[in-house]
């Protein structure tokens, strides 16, 4: 899939990966990128795949999802675009540790694992852009894993709700608009319960008030509360 090399350079800015570095490097970077079109429920690569490099989402919406030894799914994380994908494979040879798959027809950047071991060899400041993402990762991470500790299914619900609205919806006066469906399956893999839970929480939030649905779409009532009490813990 050929992408021009103006759109190539938008695309990484916005990348965390690759934002901020001067525009020279950025440069140095897309003429190394390809194009790929990764049409709608396709996988772009399985857990436990051998890494082949890092990808960057520039259009479309993918998931990723884990599978245990039993083959139960739950879906990490729906990333937003400039997202970069598969970015583990910078700090060693490893499989894939999560599987990539198409929500809707997606395009994305691809830089080979050599093409990115050269980049890191030839500019300190993409090194030093790597270490603090990967360390951003990680207290995500630790979050995540403090929310699934600590937290009630209802409030874990209301903040990959948020989560998902800011990644790919829009704030209008005080209510913020998911911008897509997403399923009860969907938000139940996304949090590692069943959907049948899922559905008794979206009720629960919608006769609270705290949710709506318009058209299958969520809308959640002044989501400045769900930041703040999330903050506060």
């Known amino acids: 899939m050929d992408i021009p090399e103006q759109q190539r350079k938008r695309y990484l800015r916005v990348c965390p990966l690759f934002e901020g570095l001067d525009e020279d490097v950025i440069a140095r970077v897309a003429a190394r990128a390809k194009g790929v079109l990764l049409p709608r429920g396709k996988v772009l690569f399985r857990q436990d795949d051998p890494s082949n490099g890092l990808y960057v989402l520039c259009s479309g919406m993918v998931t990723v999802s884990i599978t245990d030894e039993d083959g139960h799914a739950l ?3 729906v990333p937003e675009r400039g997202a970069p994908l598969g970015e583990m494979t910078l ?5 894939r540790s999560a599987t990539i798959s198409a929500l809707e027809d997606s395009s994305l950047l691809h830089l080979g694992s050599d093409t990115i071991l050269a980049l890191l060899a030839e500019e300190p400041a993409l090194a030093a852009h790597l270490i ?6 990680l207290r995500q991470s630790n979050t995540t894993l403090q929310n699934f500790a600590f937290e009630t299914l209802q409030v874990r619900l209301l903040q990959k709700l948020a989560e998902l609205g800011l990644q790919h919806g829009s704030l209008q006066e005080d209510v913020l608009v998911l911008g897509r469906k997403f399923s009860q399956t969907a938000l139940a ?3 590692g319960v069943t959907r049948e839970a899922v559905n008794k929480q ?3 939030l919608q006769d609270q008030e705290k949710i709506s649905l318009e058209q299958g779409i969520i809308h959640i009532q002044r989501p400045a509360d769900i930041f703040k009490n999330h903050s506060d813990t």
């Open 75 to 77: 879906t990490l994380s």
């Open 91 to 95: 700090v060693g040879p490893d499989p």
């Open 132 to 137: 603090r993402f990967l360390s951003h990762r």
């Open 189 to 191: 893999e996304m949090l």
């Open 202 to 204: 979206l009720k629960s």
